[in-house]
């Protein structure tokens, strides 16, 4: 079985400081963990993938992801925010260890960007 | 990278009638999903359209009620049966290649309002 939690629904920050966004995730087997970002009225956007590699990923538009398996956790960063950062992010796991390929989404945390 | 369009983008259609939306991917891919995104709310599965044979459904949908066709591997449709104003969602269509590991790719979803 496999799920993710993201730990806040809504983060505001000011332009130009750092954003962080909370993931924890639970799996039964080597988990494949994504970040998508869902601008209003817009489709669903890959930014980041873990699958594997390296534990530190660097996806799009200057955000990466820390994969800590002790910690199961996959948190999102930026050095600095941009207002057009301002958006719906969605944490999400796969089980890549096993024969089932589906995502299993988080509940989203919608980050607002202040002027 | 896949392209997906899908169609229609909304709808606002009649309680008690049947809406079917329509996924076309620029390439083949292995694997087909339909989901659902509620107001204000994260991404549920629906059904993996398999190709060439029955969907399968996830725990809360049947196929009565969301019949799915993948007739190959580059379609699929959703028919949404007997509307009621509960099924008012946006509606997403997703593919993956397939191999251990691939990040979904998401088409721009059916806003679909039931009155």
């Known amino acids: 079985a496999q799920s993710v939690t993201q730990l806040d629904s809504h983060v505001s920050v000011s332009e130009g400081t750092p954003v962080l966004l909370r993931c924890n995730y639970s799996s039964s087997y080597s988990p494949s963990l994504f970040w998508y970002v869902q601008h209003p009225n817009k489709g669903l956007q890959l930014l980041l993938k873990y699958t594997s590699a390296a534990t530190l990923v660097k996806g799009i538009n200057g955000f990466e992801a820390e994969f800590k398996k002790s910690e199961t956790s996959f948190h999102l960063t930026k050095p600095s925010a941009h207002m057009s950062d301002a958006a719906e992010y969605f944490c999400v796991v796969s089980d890549s260890g096993g024969s089932n390929y589906k995502l299993t989404f988080g509940k989203g945390t919608l980050l607002t960007v202040n002027p | 990278s896949a392209v997906i369009s899908q169609k229609p983008s909304r709808d606002i259609c009649q309680r008690g009638t049947s809406l079917t939306i329509q996924c076309q991917v620029d390439?083949?891919?292995?694997?087909m999903f339909w989901y659902r995104q509620q107001p204000g709310q994260s991404l549920t599965l629906i059904a993996t359209a398999n190709q060439g044979s029955e969907a399968t459904y996830e725990s809360g949908f049947v196929i009565d009620k969301f019949p799915i066709s993948r007739p190959n591997l580059t379609f699929s449709t959703l028919t949404v049966s007997n509307m009621s104003p509960e099924d008012s969602s946006i509606y997403l269509c997703?593919?993956?290649?397939?191999?251990?590991?691939?990040?979904?790719?998401f088409g721009q979803g059916t806003r679909l309002t039931v009155v």
């Open positions: 390439s083949q891919v292995t694997m």
């Open positions: 997703s593919a993956q290649r397939g191999g251990r590991v691939t990040e979904a790719f």
